[in-house]
């Protein structure tokens, strides 16, 4: 079966669909805290409201996860680098949500922010693989997702033409510009455009709820002030993280809330310091507390979103040349909210779903579950990156990097597709590093573009391809390929000798951290377990992370096997 992972920065949502409906796997909870949390002592992983529930003061917790793999993909807690993190995080998910319900999954279909670059996307599919032990995965921009999350749900009056997204979500909030035909033959994202969580977002709208309401009548009923870790969330003890966690619940409760009626009664037991909060809370409180974060969505929409659809042709001296405003995500119901999208785009249709926050899930789960229409659907992006192929300057005895001419930024490519980007030859480039007789091949990534040539280190730059080319092979070209479906780059002559974290060293650490997981499958079924094999596996395990070059030595060989045959086992 195909399941359907929003993989949200604040929530995390999973369902299927079946029969034509969808089916939220999460149950009464509807979604799941992308939240982590480590203890240093241990070194045990937590996530979702496990990981939110505990209050030790040692405890790091990480509430957004998600962030990471944007702006800190080489983040590690403790021994665990971000891609396990991110493996556990979805192997929790397996076990917790997915098989309880007896789902046998053969694909999953995820959404992802399209300002995502290989490194991320690349890192995000092979967490799945391995949480799930199968290898089919599609990635999805998420706004497209969350199109064809709001046709199905609402097949009478699907949208098509030019339709701006604005999905609200509770860590950070995404803009983007899209087409659609009428028969959805066709769907292009043009642009998509992110606004950080301290710009505007749901989680910036419930901490002005906490600040402004419900600290003051905190302080007003029981005489006591809110510590001031709590109000700057800064140096925060576990205790602290768990109530600030709590707290922020109430605050989305309210604001929840008072979109269905005037007002609202909260009875928050054990607001802080063991003490409950109990008050009322008026529509037109809410809205005055929240003026400061609709301003700054005033202006992120003039100085940042109107001149990218000027570029587009969608905005002009008339006004805005839009046929929809989409207003989507768990934040997009806070009273106030809408009028004020609406003030802002004049003479254009604001929609807001029922269920704004599964559009994304629910457009997943119809793409997953091969939609008639969807199956046809002809899905194409921009792709806001450039790449950098890497030379050595031996003037100035430096590395820079030569921007490389196929226009992702401009071009619409089909997400299932391979293009080529360049190709290589020694004669054009005789100042790429030779080491004896191989060439060292090191492309970079970056979102905004620069000149031709610049220096190595800047801001927003990843390397995404490092490898040895024997300069044989180099003598009539390479041919370097853009392969979306995968997220990769790959060579004319097959697969890169080195894909982002394929390594051989990251292989076997794979292996090693899968070891414990793997024993307490075969403890579990005591035919299979032997102890004196289990601790000799894990000596093997040892020496073959000491020495990556597997194919050396029998033994290795035997080791890898063992490991795949449990790999088996465990699926079985």
């Not at 799930?132 to 999350?149: K, N, Q, S, V, Y």
């Not at 100042?431 to 573009?449: G, I, P």
């Not at 853009?482 to 974290?501: H, T, V």
Request: aromatic residues 12%.
């Amino acid at each position: 079966m195909s399941l359907a992972i929003d993989f949200g920065t604040s929530r995390t949502k999973i369902g299927i669909v079946k029969a034509g409906l969808f089916v939220n796997l999460v149950d009464e909870a509807a979604s799941i805290p992308s939240m982590i949390a480590y203890n240093p002592g241990s070194e045990n992983l937590y996530f979702g409201f496990d990981a939110a529930s505990l209050q030790e003061d040692h405890i790091i917790k990480i509430p957004y996860l998600k962030l990471a793999l944007k702006r800190n993909p080489s983040f590690t807690l403790g021994p665990y680098n971000l891609e396990q993190i991110l493996a556990s995080f979805f192997h929790y998910i397996n076990v917790k949500y997915i098989r309880p319900k007896n789902i046998s999954t053969s694909k999953i279909i995820t959404g992802i922010p399209n300002y995502f670059g290989l490194r991320a996307r690349g890192m995000l599919i092979r967490a799945l693989q391995q949480a799930f032990t199968i290898t089919d995965i599609e990635l999805l921009p998420e706004p497209i997702a969350a199109l064809m999350g709001y046709n199905f749900s609402h097949p009478r009056s699907k949208l098509s033409g030019d339709i701006l997204s604005i999905d609200l979500g509770g860590g950070t909030s995404d803009f983007s510009f899209f087409t659609v035909d009428e028969d959805e033959n066709e769907i292009i994202l043009e642009s998509q455009m992110q606004a950080g969580h301290d710009a505007f977002s749901g989680s910036e709208m419930d901490r002005f709820i906490l600040r402004n309401v419900l600290f003051p009548a905190y302080a007003m009923e029981t005489g006591q002030e809110i510590p001031l870790p709590l109000i700057t969330e800064k140096n925060l003890q576990g205790k602290d993280s768990y109530y600030l966690y709590r707290m922020l619940e109430t605050a989305e409760k309210v604001k929840l809330e008072l979109d269905k009626r005037r007002e609202c009664y909260i009875h928050a037991v054990d607001f802080f310091a063991s003490v409950s909060l109990r008050m009322v809370i008026s529509v037109e409180t809410l809205i005055q507390s929240l003026k400061p974060v609709f301003r700054r969505l005033d202006d992120y929409i003039t100085q940042q979103l109107t001149p990218r659809a000027q570029k587009l042709g969608l905005y002009n001296h008339q006004g805005w040349q839009l046929d929809y405003v989409l207003l989507l995500g768990g934040a997009a119901l806070t009273p106030g909210l809408k009028e004020r999208v609406e003030q802002l785009f004049p003479e254009v249709p604001v929609i807001t779903p029922a269920e704004p926050e599964l559009n994304v899930v629910m457009g997943l789960g119809a793409k997953a579950g091969e939609d008639r229409i969807y199956s046809l659907t002809s899905i194409k992006t921009i792709y806001p990156f450039v790449f950098f192929l890497e030379l050595f300057n031996p003037e100035q005895e430096a590395c820079l990097l030569h921007k490389l001419t196929f226009d992702t930024h401009n071009l619409e490519l089909d997400l299932s597709s391979r293009y080529k980007i360049f190709t290589l030859t020694l004669d054009q480039y005789p100042s790429l590093f030779l080491e004896q007789d191989l060439v060292r091949l090191r492309l970079w990534e970056a979102e905004n573009e620069g000149e031709t040539m610049i220096s190595q280190r800047f801001s927003g730059q990843e390397v995404i391809l490092d490898t040895g080319i024997p300069s044989k092979e180099m003598s009539s070209g390479v041919d370097i390929y853009l392969n979306l479906k995968e997220s990769c780059l790959e060579l004319d002559f097959g697969p890169a000798a080195i894909k982002p974290g394929h390594k051989a060293e990251d292989l076997f650490f794979s292996l090693k951290n899968n070891y414990l997981d793997l024993v307490r499958f075969t403890e579990n079924n005591p035919t299979l377990f032997q102890a004196d094999f289990a601790a000799d596996f894990a000596a093997r395990i040892e020496t073959v992370c000491q020495e990556p070059f597997f194919y050396r030595e029998h033994r290795d060989i035997v080791a890898f096997k063992l490991y795949t045959l449990l790999q088996l086992l465990k699926q079985a």
